[in-house]
């Protein structure tokens, strides 16, 4: 069965920084690219950023380009999301997300229940 | 402003047969598959319709997809109850090299 689990979730000020992870089982880690989707409170879903297989490509959406680094750990079966210079747009609920295939246009075929990040100060 | 163009709600009462549309443009539903989400509240998205119309393993033959051109449509059929939830359609966008979704679509079942 597939599960991933998010975690690093929480508060954070404005200009900040926090890791997320999501620890992932039931398949083969390293054949899937996976991908953070966010979904601010009461609103839609908006994909953040998204890593191949092996991390030879890495795709981000233009909110986060240059404050956002998503990376994987394949031999710890575990994705990150480090963010940086965070705004108070930034509040959301951060979902882990993986992909049918090895590249990150495939589509998301499994989810994690989410880390809910807070920007406040 | 969502980059694929969904209404903001639907409804229909128990039995009946609604659609979603999922507009968007030739750089993503034009030429890449639509996949279709349903979030229940309070619950992670859930994979609904992939491939503009086939359906994962486990989701009823009452939810259907189909594509022409540069959009997309979710039909359910025979509505439930525990159909009333969110509802997202999403592509990749070969220009943006990004995924994107449409706004959602709340159904409502009367």
């Known amino acids: 069965e597939v599960q991933l689990v998010e975690s690093g979730g929480g508060l954070a000020q404005p200009g900040g920084s926090l890791r997320l992870s999501c620890t992932a089982s039931g398949f083969s880690f390293s054949n899937y690219a996976m991908s953070w989707v966010r979904q601010a409170p009461g609103k839609g879903l908006e994909w953040v950023s998204g890593?191949?297989?092996?991390?030879?490509?890495?795709y981000q959406a233009d909110a986060v380009k240059g404050r956002f680094t998503i990376s994987r750990d394949n031999s710890k079966n575990t994705l990150y999301l480090q963010m940086s210079s965070l705004r108070v747009e930034d509040t959301a609920i951060y979902y882990c997300?993986?992909?049918?295939?090895?590249?990150?246009?495939?589509?998301?075929?499994?989810w994690g229940q989410g880390a809910l990040v807070t920007v406040s100060s | 402003q969502s980059v694929l163009t969904q209404p903001p709600s639907a409804s229909g009462t128990p039995g009946q047969r609604v659609t979603i549309s999922c507009s968007g443009t030739?750089?993503?539903?034009?030429?890449?598959?639509v996949n279709w989400y349903q979030q229940l509240p309070g619950t992670a998205p859930k994979l609904l319709i992939y491939?503009?119309?086939q359906r994962p393993s486990g989701v009823p033959d009452r939810f259907s997809g189909s594509k022409s051109g540069t959009s997309a449509s979710l039909a359910i059929s025979g509505l439930q109850s525990e159909d009333e939830a969110d509802y997202y359609c999403a592509a990749w966008d070969d220009s943006l090299n990004a995924w994107v979704f449409g706004g959602g679509t709340k159904l409502t079942v009367l």
């Open positions: 997300a993986k992909h049918y295939v090895v590249v990150v246009a495939a589509r998301f075929d499994y």
């Open positions: 491939s503009n119309n």
């Open positions: 890593i191949s297989g092996s991390s030879s490509s890495i």
């Open positions: 030739s750089s993503n539903v034009g030429s890449n598959a």
